[in-house]
């Protein structure tokens, strides 16, 4: 389904609902209980929406957004865990996940537009997987939590 499309059936359930959305018609925001300018926040503004296809537009527009957000400096330490071969593991990319440095799902829960790194190892080891979320090996740890940029970061802050 294309955005157009999805323009064309929310004007066609606008009509369908007695809204004429044609031009110099009187505008069907003005009986809105909002004026422009303190429109309500996200789960209000499901309430005022006429078509399930308008809900299913704002959700989808809200939880999947088009700019990712920053990662943010988890810790700044690798933590040393040991990998057994074959298993497939899932590596914090957004920096916000309880569970560093594996995904604990924090990314979709706090509508990142993040996905953790997916990773498979040959053989059993043990590796230092990176937690300031700045290395330029992802997942393992390539000693960019030691320079100057990372040091001067508050954990918690964005990259
Ligand atoms: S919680 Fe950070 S990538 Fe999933």
């Not at 057994?84 to 996940?97: K, M």
């Not at 059993?124 to 300031?132: K, M």
């Not at 090996?137 to 990372?150: A, F, L, N, V, W």
């Amino acid at each position: 389904m294309t955005l157009g499309s999805v323009g064309a059936t929310l004007r066609g359930a606008a009509r369908g609902a007695g809204v004429s959305t044609a031009p110099g018609a009187a505008d069907p925001r003005a009986s809105q209980p909002f004026p422009e300018h303190v429109r309500p926040r996200f789960p209000q503004r499901l309430l005022e929406l006429e078509s399930p296809l308008q809900v299913v537009f704002l959700m989808h527009t809200k939880w999947f957004s088009k700019t990712p957000a920053k990662p943010l400096v988890a810790q700044k330490t690798p933590i040393k865990v040991e990998l057994v071969a074959g298993t497939t593991y899932r590596w914090c990319v957004c920096g916000r996940s309880k569970k560093q440095p594996f995904c604990d799902g924090s990314h979709f829960f706090q509508r990142t537009g993040l996905s953790p790194l997916k990773f498979k190892v040959q053989e059993t080891r043990s590796v230092f997987l990176c937690t300031c979320k700045a290395t330029q090996k992802p997942p393992y740890c390539d000693g960019t939590h030691k320079s100057e940029r990372i040091l001067k970061a508050e954990v918690g802050s964005p990259l």
